[in-house]
C-alpha cells in the first residue's frame, strides 16, 4: 500500500506562486503516473495535471496550462506542482494521486488513480 503526503499548500494573494510537493511512501513511485486533482467546497473533484512514470508525457487542464508545470524526481519519491500567477479560483484542497497506468483518454478521471493523499489546502486572496 502506497502512502503519499501533501505539503506545501497555505494562503497567498492573487498573482502570487506555490509549489506544492508529494512524497510517495515507497520506492515503486517510479513504475507509477502521478497526477495532481483539487476539489472547491461545494465542488466536485476535479484533474489539474497529469505525469507519466518518467516524466516524459504531461497532460493539464485547461484551467492549469500555461501557469502550472507538474514535474517529479523518481530518486527522491517526490512529484511537485509548481503553481504560478494563482487566481482566487484556484482556492482548493490539492490532492496528489497515483495511477498504475495511465489513459492517454482518461488521465483527468479520478477513477483512473489508485492511490490519493489527503490533501493541502491552497487558499489565494483577491
Known amino acids: 500500500q502506497v502512502q503519499l503526503v501533501e505539503s506545501g499548500g497555505g494562503l497567498v494573494q492573487a498573482g502570487d506562486s506555490l509549489r506544492l510537493s508529494c512524497v510517495a511512501s515507497?520506492?515503486?513511485?517510479?513504475?507509477?503516473?502521478m497526477g495532481w486533482f483539487r476539489q472547491a467546497p461545494g465542488k466536485e473533484r476535479e484533474f489539474v495535471a497529469t505525469?507519466?512514470?518518467?516524466?516524459?508525457?504531461?497532460f493539464y487542464a485547461d484551467s492549469a496550462q500555461g501557469r502550472f508545470t507538474i514535474s517529479r524526481d523518481n530518486a527522491k519519491n517526490t512529484g511537485y506542482l509548481q503553481m504560478n500567477n494563482l487566481k482566487p479560483e484556484d482556492t482548493a484542497v490539492y490532492y496528489c494521486?497515483?495511477?498504475?497506468?495511465?489513459?492517454?483518454?482518461?488521465?483527468?478521471?479520478?477513477?483512473?488513480?489508485?492511490?490519493w493523499g489527503q490533501g493541502t489546502q491552497v487558499t489565494v486572496s483577491s
Open positions: 515507497e520506492g515503486t513511485f517510479s513504475n507509477f503516473a
Open positions: 505525469i507519466d512514470y518518467s516524466g516524459g508525457m504531461k
Open positions: 494521486a497515483l495511477a498504475n497506468v495511465l489513459s492517454f483518454t482518461r488521465y483527468g478521471q479520478t477513477r483512473e488513480y489508485d492511490y
